[in-house]
């Protein structure tokens, strides 16, 4: 039994037991009262004032009495609740033990009245805070680019001009209710001959395609090619909490100038190029996603990132739609800064030079806080190319800097990745105290 899930507050579990409990007091009231009478009407030295005697414990001094009676009624209301509880969740047990009851009530009941928060990017970074978000709220919407043109979601985008599905895959992985089980079925990688991917002139069949992107390529096709229906439908039967949108329904072409003016195309190329001026997608008249454009224009929070911020974050931004619904929103809109640099596309950036690139690609308006870890005494891997992001603050040049805020966001044991419990937790109190500051706003208007 989950017993912290079933005394969660707000779930509606405790309040009903109280009402039991007094609807028990009461009748153990009524019955006192009645044995009180009956034993005054019982004919004195008759067998039934005797019975009574011993039932009421007349016996024992009178304190005892009622601490006995109370801790045998406490016991029994106790011990019922119990059997009655797991006489209903025993038959939707799963075999490994969880309680599906127990987690939909408490989605259900709890997380469904948590804040509307939509997420854009794409990549580990996007996955990492969904994975945290989703035991905050259940209202989650995370918008994911589609501009990948590498690996098994290039060869599926190449093969079968769907758009490509890795980064919507992981996000699904993240908000899965049975993640990690799911999570681990769906990040499932066909094993490849020496490392070579389907789909290329070597390799062929499954090798190096991950479960996830094949499922959601044939719900793409179940739907008669409507890939966003398949992802809809993907989301309603993996049990996602919250849902996973793709940014627009077209394969997006991701450019970049460099600082030489040479021009790089593809995104799995461009994230291992330095010296990135400015990038740019094809087609330059995509249209975006209608449940992307309805989830941020009624959200409560919109965050940016974390993620690759050339091709990750970005993409879902140069969409003139999406921007412009950013901009129109009444949310909240955080941008979360990776915790370390990448080699090639962000080598050598600081914090404010990775928000001056942000806001020159989109708007000054765009964001209204930035917020950057401030613990460096994570450990870095052995294997680690990339360096942390340095805090210079504000942006050089930049008239009027969104607001910063500093926290505890990293992975102690890996200085290259956000912690999700800890970044959720971040970007929840940095909107409680944005909502706050709302309300008093508006009490003092």
């Known amino acids: 039994m989950n017993v912290r899930r079933w005394m969660t507050p707000g779930i509606g579990v405790k309040r009903w037991l109280l009402v039991v409990f007094l609807g028990l007091l009461l009748l ?62 025993d038959p939707l047990r799963m075999p490994d033990g969880d309680q599906p009851l127990v987690e939909l009530i408490y989605q259900k009941r ?19 805070l969904l994975r945290g978000l989703k035991e905050h709220t259940s209202n989650l919407t995370a918008v994911v680019t589609v501009a990948d043109d590498g690996g098994s979601s290039g060869v599926l985008r190449e093969e079968l001009g769907i758009p490509p599905v890795g980064d919507i895959r992981n996000c699904i992985a993240a908000l899965a209710d049975a993640e990690p089980l799911m999570s681990e079925l769906l990040q499932y990688r066909f094993p490849t001959a020496d490392g070579l991917l389907a789909g290329t002139a070597e390799g062929h069949g499954l090798a190096g ?38 940014v627009s329904a077209v394969p997006l072409t991701l450019h970049a100038r460099i600082a030489s003016g040479d021009t790089v195309a593809g995104q799995s190329r461009i994230m291992r190029t330095e010296g990135i001026d400015r990038v ?70 600081d914090l404010s030079a990775h928000v001056a ?13 930035v917020l950057a870890n401030n613990r460096f005494d994570a450990r870095i891997p052995s294997d ?17 800097a969104p607001r910063l805020v500093l926290d505890d966001v990293v992975d102690p044991e890996n200085a290259h990745h956000h912690d999700p419990v800890r970044l959720a937790s971040a970007v929840m109190r940095v909107y409680e105290r944005e909502s706050s500051s709302r309300r008093r706003a508006v009490r003092t208007a």
């Open 384 to 400: 680690y190319h990339a360096e942390t992001v340095r805090l210079a603050w504000p942006p050089v040049g930049m008239r009027s």
């Open 209 to 246: 395609h991950a479960v996830g992107n094949l499922l959601l390529a044939a719900m793409t096709a179940i739907e008669g090619g409507d890939f966003e229906e398949g992802v809809r439908r993907l989301n309603r039967i993996l049990a996602v909490r919250g849902q996973v949108v793709p």
């Open 357 to 369: 690139a942000l806001i020159a690609h989109t708007s000054p308006g765009l964001i209204d806080l």
């Open 280 to 349: 740019w997608l094809t087609p330059d008249d995509v249209e975006a996603s209608e449940d992307a454009l309805t989830a941020i224009a009624e959200a409560d929070l919109i965050v940016l990132g974390p993620g690759s911020l050339y091709t990750s974050v970005l993409p879902s931004l140069l969409i003139p739609s999406v921007r412009d619904a950013i901009l129109t929103a009444n949310a909240t809109r955080l941008y979360v800064c990776n915790v370390a640099t990448q080699e090639g596309e962000t080598a050598g950036l």
């Open 28 to 89: 153990a009231v009524g019955v006192a009262h009645f044995l009180r009478q009956a034993s005054r009407d019982f004919e004195p030295g008759g067998p039934l004032e005797g019975l009574v005697y011993v039932i009421t414990l007349q016996f024992l001094p009178f304190p005892l009495r009622g601490f006995i009676v109370g801790v045998l009624g406490l016991g029994l209301v106790v011990l019922g609740s119990y059997r009655v509880i797991r006489v209903v969740t």
């Open 110 to 128: 709890f997380l469904a009245k948590g804040p509307r928060i939509v997420a854009l990017g794409g990549g580990t970074g996007l996955s990492a």
